[in-house]
């Protein structure tokens, strides 16, 4: 199961500190902090801070100056209630792969995996980027990068990629 959130700069900051747990308080009644230790980051590629990556990567690219520009997207992956705990980080990392192919690795803010909440997910979180066919080269563009035909075919692409991956349906 996945789905898809967007983020503009505002609301960057507050995503970041629930992706990698720096928030002392973070008011979630699932969050299990004695598990904590567990999550991690499949984005090891990364060795920016993910703020500023994404104002790096906004300033590589065409980018609106406005308030309502969304500057990163974030897929949140989580593991199918069936999967047994060994293959979760091998599930993990196979999502990974498969969203950064999408997306591009040159994109990729993080990927937290969250093993401190009741059900183990992955947040996937990139700048979206896209080619700009009128103006040649490379735009920001939440609405270009998620479109409507990605929403519609995402799960069964995921779920044709894990299929791949372990030689059965995980249910995705």
């Given at each position: 199961m996945a789905h898809v959130m967007k983020f503009t700069k505002a609301s960057c900051g507050h995503m970041f500190a629930h992706f990698d747990r720096r928030a002392e308080h973070i008011s979630n009644e699932n969050l299990d902090r004695t598990r904590t230790?567990?999550?991690?980051?499949?984005?090891?590629h990364q060795t920016m801070d993910q703020g500023e990556f994404v104002r790096k990567r906004c300033a590589e690219v065409r980018c609106q100056n406005r308030?309502?520009?969304n500057v990163m997207v974030s897929w949140v992956?989580?593991?199918?209630?069936?999967l047994p705990a060994n293959e979760q980080r091998?599930?993990?990392?196979?999502?990974?792969?498969?969203l950064k192919n999408r997306y591009g690795l040159e994109n990729v803010v993080s990927a937290y995996v969250h093993m401190d909440e009741v059900?183990?997910?992955?947040?996937f979180a990139f700048?979206?980027?896209?080619?700009?066919?009128?103006r040649g080269g490379y735009?920001?563009?939440?609405?270009?990068?998620?479109?409507?035909?990605?929403?519609?075919?995402?799960?069964?692409?995921?779920?044709?990629?894990?299929?791949?991956?372990?030689?059965?349906?995980?249910?995705?």
């Open positions: 230790h567990l999550n991690y980051n499949l984005a090891t308030k309502d520009v992956v989580t593991a199918p209630k069936d091998a599930f993990f990392e196979a999502s990974y792969d498969f059900t183990p997910h992955m947040h700048v979206p980027v896209v080619e700009d066919k009128k735009k920001l563009s939440a609405k270009e990068a998620v479109t409507r035909e990605d929403l519609r075919t995402f799960h069964k692409d995921l779920s044709d990629h894990m299929e791949r991956v372990f030689g059965r349906d995980i249910g995705i």
